[in-house]
Each structure stands twice: as structure tokens, then as C-alpha cells.
């Protein structure tokens, strides 16, 4: 005779089935959560830093291609080196830019948005994807990431190191660097950024970035939209945040320990990163360094001068 087994005896048993396979589930979870704890974690599109961040990246060119890392500026992304890496990688270079924390694409955490963490988001992407023998170069802000990136991790994984319109080694005047811009500069911006962030885009955009407020020069209304597009798409607090660290961060120690070869690209007529307190006052500091200067050249030369600073770019990779 077969056993009757009463209603809520079954439903007993099923949960206790469910609840023994949820057990079981719930362990494979944590043992994978433990062999993946404190490590880089990478897709075709996205490094996860050791502290959650996720940070967008595009890889062009061949993979076989000697690596070349590009940092760029604030407050865009890494769409704003595409003119160079698409040259770079159609001449045989693998090229790696992304969005910093913050910025573009990648995520946009409240806190971490400073050189420091800028710097060690760099060194995991380039853990996450074995970068060795790097041409690394990085445009205004992007040049103090670079700086950071060096002081913190050194140079083993570099080849050449470039500083393009960038802002080591100091912007603010302080003492010891009294060529530097007042503090009030800076506090202009921040309060412009939260008075209307939108348009203070527009204005340094079609403004003084390129020189478009320069007599006789010819505005490229397609440049300022893509760059108020990519300052718009970054976090308003992150943005906000990196305006201190790009303004006060003092990069003197960390140009010391460049020992690579390096390339210092500045624009003569620079009115957001002037040239004596940046390009040249860098040239003194890192040993060996080759400065080339840009006469009437503005802030944003990769656009305005593309054709030249690729050319002068590439021999700089190729050498």
C-alpha cells in the first residue's frame, strides 16, 4: 500500500529542498567572491578597480602593437584623443584610452577624485590588460595622471613618457611657485561649475581652450558641441572635485622620477595651462626631456594642430 504523504508534510520537504539548494548556491557565491576578492576584473569594455569603479576603455589597433596609453583632459573622455589614436593605430600601435572615474562612461563614484586614485585606476587598467613597453602621454590633466601614475608605480611597464599641454608641475601659486595662476582662478571655476555648468562648457569650449576668442580666429562649431558633450557627461561632483586636484596637486617630486624618454608638447598662446609655469617649468625638472612649443598654438592643440602634433606624436613613437 503506498504511503499518503499529507499536504503540509510536502510542502515541508520542498522547502527544505529549496532551502538546502539556496544553502549550496550561496556557498559556490562566496567562494567565488573569494577567489576574485582584490582583483582586477576586466571585459572587453570595462576595468573594475579593487575598489568597485568601473572605468571605460577602448582598445584600437593591433594587439600586437607596442602599447600606447593616452590620458586625457578635463572635463572630457577618451573620446577626445580619437584623432591621435585612430593615427596611432592605423600605423601599426596598439592604443589604449579611457574614461577616468568620474568622467565619460565610467562610473561616477562620490569620493576617490584625486591624482592618487586617478593614477592607481591607470595602473589597474594597465594590470588588467599586461601592458608592458608603453608609450604613455597624457593631455592637460591627463599629463598630471601621468605624473601621479609615475610617482606612485614607477616606470618599469613605460618606454616614453608625454606631457601635452599638461599641468605639472604646478598651476596654483603658492611660495615656491609663485609663476602659478591665484587661487581665485580655480574658485572661479568651481563657483561657475555650480552656478551652470553647462554653460561655463560653452564658454571655455568656444572660448579660450582653443582660442576661438582670439582676433581673426574661425570657431569649429563641431568641436565646441563634441566638447560640451563630453564635459556634460561626467559627474557634476567628480568634475567638481577634479578642478582641486588638477589646480593644487604639486607634481614636482613625481617629474623626478621620470627616467624615460619624454616628449613636452605646449602651445605658446595657452590661456587655460600657461606655458612658462607648465611646459617649460616641466622641461626643467624631468632630465633629458625634448619641449617643443607651438607658436599662437591655444590650450587644445590636439584639435586645432592635429595635423601636426600627430606627425610630431608619431615620430616621438617611432623613434
Known amino acids: 500500500m503506498t504511503e499518503q504523504i499529507n499536504p503540509s508534510r510536502r510542502f515541508a ?80 600601435f596598439r592604443v589604449i584610452t579611457h574614461d577616468r572615474r568620474g568622467h565619460g562612461r565610467s562610473s561616477q563614484p562620490w569620493d576617490g577624485n584625486d591624482m592618487d ?10 594590470e588588467a590588460l599586461d601592458l608592458k613597453n608603453i608609450i604613455m602621454a597624457g593631455f592637460s590633466t591627463g599629463g598630471g595622471e601621468v605624473a601621479r601614475y609615475v610617482g606612485r608605480h614607477g616606470t618599469k611597464r613605460i618606454a616614453k613618457l608625454g606631457l601635452i599641454s599638461a599641468v605639472p608641475p604646478l598651476m596654483l601659486k603658492t611660495d615656491t611657485n609663485p609663476g602659478g595662476l591665484p587661487i581665485e582662478v580655480f574658485d572661479g571655476i568651481r563657483a561657475a561649475s555650480v552656478a551652470n555648468r553647462a554653460q561655463l562648457y560653452l564658454d ?35 568634475t567638481y572635485d577634479s578642478i582641486k586636484a588638477f589646480s593644487e596637486t604639486d607634481f614636482r617630486d613625481d617629474l623626478k622620477k621620470f627616467d624615460k624618454p619624454t616628449l613636452i608638447i605646449h602651445g605658446e598662446d ?19 626631456a625634448k619641449l617643443i612649443t ?26
Request: charged letters at 15%; aromatic letters at 10%; proline letters at 5%.
Open 13 to 92: 520537504m520542498v522547502g527544505t529542498a529549496v532551502a538546502a539548494a539556496a544553502t549550496a548556491l550561496a556557498s559556490v557565491a562566496t567562494e567565488a567572491s573569494a577567489a576574485t576578492a582584490g582583483k582586477v576584473q576586466k571585459t572587453s569594455s570595462i576595468v573594475t578597480t579593487r575598489d568597485g569603479v568601473e572605468i571605460y576603455y577602448k582598445d584600437w589597433g593591433p594587439k600586437t602593437g607596442q602599447p600606447v596609453v593616452l590620458s586625457h583632459g578635463w572635463p572630457l573622455n577618451s573620446d577626445s584623443w580619437e584623432s591621435a589614436a585612430f593615427m596611432l593605430a592605423n600605423n601599426g
Open 204 to 238: 571655455l569650449a568656444s572660448g579660450p581652450f582653443y582660442g576661438y576668442n582670439r582676433p581673426g580666429a574661425k570657431p569649429s562649431q563641431g568641436i565646441i558641441q563634441a566638447w560640451y558633450a563630453q564635459g556634460m557627461q561626467g559627474g557634476h561632483k567628480n
Open 117 to 126: 586614485h586617478y593614477a592607481d585606476d591607470l595602473a589597474q587598467v594597465i
Open 294 to 319: 607651438y607658436p599662437g598654438a591655444p590650450h587644445g592643440l590636439t584639435d586645432t594642430h592635429k595635423d601636426k602634433f600627430n606627425a610630431d606624436f608619431l615620430a616621438f613613437a617611432k623613434s
Open 270 to 288: 595657452d590661456q587655460i595651462v600657461p606655458i612658462d609655469a607648465a611646459g617649460r617649468a616641466s622641461a626643467k625638472i624631468v632630465k633629458h
